[in-house]
Structure formats: structure tokens, C-alpha cells
């Protein structure tokens, strides 16, 4: 894992009292199939009474593409230049606070490196610990628990009332628990919808690769499955719907269901009405703008 303090952090970033430097607060939440950006920018100069701030913008780019780490940094580039015209700056002025949160070192470091190079002395990159999570966590390995899981439950207690049931569904699909005191009790772990779907195909000869973007499901589908696709996508959804709705038994007790994750959308029409589920896209990434936010 790389130090948790970039190179850059030698340098310091321009003061952002400085009148012409407009501070761009960067969250980066590195999953183990996408990188989800978030980014917020409040002006820093004469406008700042007016306190004139953005509204957080999100991007995802998958890890399977493989120019995914240029892309980010050309994100962040052109969102330089955006937020440098939108105050009449040159973008030289425009500086990064990145706060990271990854459960991919493989992917997380070359990241940072390439921050690091491309926007050498206008950025700041630390990446998150578990130091910085203030939730109480009541398990037997507080320090094993995914960051994600540990920002995801924060950021769902910051905005929902305890208790909780935090369902993050991506690669995996995580379903955490948070007492009504706030205390973050650990919870399950399954298959995410590719990776089982991703089994399904690897491990038969018959099977296809489902590309769960090409059927993305707005509803349950209608089951019995008449053909090999519809029975493969019934099994799959089932299995996850099924789960969380067994997952909600056993944690017992009426909790507040959550649930973020880039098939957060696909897994809440999969459940029960009576599951009454709230949707929080990218909750992870929305929790680092709360950390800098808090800073
Ligand atoms: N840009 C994207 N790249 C990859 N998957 C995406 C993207 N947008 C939505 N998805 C869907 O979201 C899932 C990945 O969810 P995500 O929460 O990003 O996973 P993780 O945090 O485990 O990397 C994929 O399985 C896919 O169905
Ligand atoms: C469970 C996870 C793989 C989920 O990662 P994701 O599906 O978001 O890519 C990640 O939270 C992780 O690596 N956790 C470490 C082990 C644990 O949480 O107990
Ligand atoms: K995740």
C-alpha cells in the first residue's frame, strides 16, 4: 500500500486563502470492477461570502477499461478548466484535495501516481484509514472490515436513522448492519450480479456472459424464466434479492434498509415494496466529500 501521504504533500498545495485559488475537493472511492469520482468546489475568492459552492459531480469508470487511469485524469482536468472559466481563473490556480478510499492496491496506487505526476504541485492525495472513521465498530477485527463498508455505514447514519441495514452492491454485494446507537456490527458478505453471472458462464459450456448494462432490470423479471438468458438473470437477482430479504430477518427488527453500489438501482426493484429500500447512489464516494467537508 502506498504511504498514505503523496509525494505532492512535500509541496505544500497553494494556501487556500490565497485570493486566486479556487480549491476543488476530490473523493475517489476504488471499488475492484470501477473507480467512482466525486467532485465539489466551493470559490475561494471575493465570492466566497456568498459561499457560491457546486453541487458534488459523480463519475464511474470501469476498471476493465483499460485507459480507465488516463480517463481519470482527464476528468480532472477538464473539470480544471471548467471551474477555472467558471471563475475566470487560468487553471493553474485550480488545486486537488483527493481523499481515497480503496479496497484495490493493485488499482489504487498507480492511481495516485499518476494524480501525483499529472497535477504534481496543485494536489493533495491521502488516502483514507480506518483512523479516519469515527463510527464505533463492534467486531473482531475492526482493522479487516473494507473501508467502504466502514464510509458506506458513516454516510448512510449521517442521512437515515439507525438502525440500519447498508446494502453496497457492486463486485460483491455487502449487507452491514448499524445499531440503533450507531455502532457498526459487521454483516454479509455475497456474489455481486456479474461476478455470479461472470461463474455461471465460466464454469459451464452452455451458459452465456449476461451484460447486466444491455438488461439492465428496472423490475423483477417475470419468473418461471422461459428461455436460458431470463432463467439466468431470475437465479441471479433472486439469489441477491433473496438474501438481503433473509439477511433483514436475521439482524431483526425494523431497520432502515440503504442501498448504494452501481446495481443499487437493479437491486431495489428486485425487493419487496415492503422493504421499503432508499436508493443512495455512491454513498462511499459521498462519504470522502463529508470527511473534507468535516476537515
Ligand atoms: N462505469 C461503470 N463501470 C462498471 N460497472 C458499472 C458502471 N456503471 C454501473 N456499473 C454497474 O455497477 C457494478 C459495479 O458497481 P460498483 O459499486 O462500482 O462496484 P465496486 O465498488 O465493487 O467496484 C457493475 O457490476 C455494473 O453492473
Ligand atoms: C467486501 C469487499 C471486497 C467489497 O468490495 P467491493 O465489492 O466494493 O469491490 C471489500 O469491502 C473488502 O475488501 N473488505 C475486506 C474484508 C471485510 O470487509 O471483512
Ligand atoms: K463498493
Not at 485570493?19 to 476543488?24: A, K, T
Not at 468546489?41 to 476498471?63: H, W, Y
Not at 431470463?230 to 437477482?237: E, F, I, K, N, S
Not at 446495481?263 to 421499503?276: I, S
Amino acid at each position: 500500500m502506498a504511504d498514505e501521504q503523496s509525494p505532492a504533500n512535500e509541496q505544500q498545495l497553494h494556501d487556500e486563502s490565497h485570493c486566486d485559488v479556487v480549491m476543488v475537493r476530490v473523493g475517489i472511492d476504488v471499488g475492484n470492477t470501477a473507480i467512482k469520482v466525486v467532485t465539489e468546489f466551493s470559490a475561494t475568492d471575493e465570492t466566497v461570502q456568498r459561499n457560491k459552492t457546486r453541487g458534488p459531480q459523480l463519475r464511474s469508470i470501469s476498471l476493465r477499461d483499460p485507459e480507465w487511469i488516463t480517463k481519470c485524469v482527464e476528468h480532472l482536468q477538464t473539470l480544471a478548466e471548467q471551474v477555472a472559466a467558471c471563475e475566470s481563473r487560468d487553471c493553474e490556480s485550480v488545486c486537488y484535495d483527493v481523499r481515497v478510499a480503496s479496497v484495490n492496491r493493485g488499482s489504487a496506487e498507480p492511481l495516485v501516481v499518476a494524480l501525483d505526476e499529472a497535477f504534481f504541485q496543485c494536489i493533495r492525495v491521502r488516502f483514507v484509514t480506518h483512523e479516519d472513521v469515527s463510527m464505533p465498530i463492534d467486531v473482531n477485527f475492526p482493522e479487516r472490515v473494507g473501508i467502504d463498508r466502514l464510509l458506506g455505514a458513516e454516510a448512510a447514519f449521517r442521512r437515515h436513522t439507525a438502525p440500519l441495514i447498508v446494502v453496497d452492491a457492486g463486485t460483491t454485494v455487502t449487507v452491514d448492519f448499524v445499531s440503533a446507537e450507531g455502532v457498526f456490527r459487521g454483516g454479509a458478505i455475497l456474489p455481486g450480479l456479474e461476478m455470479q453471472t461472470a461463474a455461471l458462464a465460466a464454469g459451464t459450456d452452455a451458459l452465456p456472459k449476461l451484460d447486466w448494462a444491455s438488461h439492465r432490470c428496472r423490475e423483477m423479471p417475470e419468473g418461471p424464466g422461459r428461455d436460458t438468458v431470463a432463467a439466468m438473470r431470475l437465479g441471479v437477482l433472486a439469489s441477491v434479492a433473496g438474501a438481503v430479504e433473509r439477511l433483514l430477518r436475521i439482524y431483526g427488527g425494523a431497520a432502515t434498509l440503504v442501498v448504494t453500489g452501481g446495481d443499487a438501482g437493479c437491486l431495489v426493484d428486485a425487493l419487496p415494496a415492503e422493504c421499503d429500500a432508499v436508493e443512495e447512489p455512491h454513498l462511499v464516494a459521498q462519504a470522502l466529500l463529508d470527511l473534507m467537508l468535516h476537515d
